[in-house]
Nanobody
Framework: QVQLVESGGGLAQAGDSLRLSCAAS????????MGWFRQAPGKEREFVAA????????NYAGSVKGRFTISGDNAKNMVYLQMDSLKPEDTAVYYC??????????????WGQGTQVTVSS
């Protein structure tokens, strides 16, 4: 059974930094990507960032580019999201996801339970 466990969420003030971590376990992953989505109250879940291990490429949503950095450890199936210069609009539940890659595309096969990030002004 695949399990994704996120950690690192919490309360922050505007301008602060937080670092999220996600560990995947339960099977061997090959040709995969890991990433982060977020969902704010009353809004749809949206893409934040991803790292495609198959082609060694990272992608970011425009709203976080330049402020957030995704990194990870391929061998350990770990992914991190360093969030700097946080804004109140970054407040959301952040979800980690992992899935098989198909070139530059990838599926979001498994999801974590989510971790709350709250940024006050």
């Amino acid at each position: 059974q695949v399990q994704l466990v996120e950690s690192g969420g919490g309360l922050a003030q505007a301008g602060d930094s937080l670092r999220l971590s996600c560990a995947a376990s339960g099977r061997t992953f090959n040709n995969y990507a890991m990433g982060w989505f977020r969902q704010a109250p009353g809004k749809e879940r949206e893409f934040v960032a991803a790292i495609n291990w198959s082609i060694n490429v990272t992608n970011y949503a425009g709203s976080v580019k330049g402020r957030f950095t995704i990194s990870g450890d391929n061998a350990k199936n770990m992914v991190y999201l360093q969030m700097d210069s946080l804004k109140p609009e970054d407040t959301a539940v952040y979800y980690c996801t992992i899935g098989t890659t198909y070139g530059s595309a990838w599926s979001h096969e498994y999801w974590g339970q989510g971790t709350q990030v709250t940024v006050s002004s």
